[in-house]
């Protein structure tokens, strides 16, 4: 499987971004997806998952704010980015997950897309 994520950018505080990412080699629909955020020095965090049941979870940082969605007829998953705040700053990763829960855990997703970096202003 490979994942491309796209969509991350330079925005002002407030500011909105949508990240994609899209998914070849394999159909998605039976796997779980899930977006992770990763700053210098530090561990891959999780920010927010969908399952093949569209069940989904998020970090409590983001919750009202952030808003994941997958189109499996296009393969892709989103991450809708409003209200962003200079803390948002990072890369963020999207991966694939067989697993029928929302892990948060970075071990718990088997394939990984090369990240797409978002820069938040004050």
């Known amino acids: 499987v490979q994942l491309q994520a796209s969509g991350g950018g330079l925005v002002q505080a407030g500011g909105s971004l949508r990240l994609s990412c899209a998914a070849s080699g394999r159909t998605l629909t039976n796997y779980g997806m899930g977006w992770f955020l990763q700053a210098p020095g530090k561990e891959r965090e999780f920010v927010a998952g969908?399952?093949?049941?569209?069940?989904?979870s998020y970090v409590d940082s983001v919750k009202g704010r952030f808003t994941i969605s997958r189109d499996n007829a296009k393969n892709t998953v989103f991450l809708q980015m409003n209200s962003l705040k200079p803390e948002d700053t990072s890369v963020y990763y999207c991966?694939?997950?067989?697993?029928?829960?929302?892990?948060?855990?970075?071990?718990?997703?088997?394939?990984w897309g090369q990240g797409t970096e978002v820069t938040v202003s004050s």
């Open positions: 991966a694939v997950t067989s697993r029928d829960s929302v892990p948060t855990t970075s071990t718990s997703y088997t394939y």
């Open positions: 969908i399952n093949r049941y569209f069940r989904t």
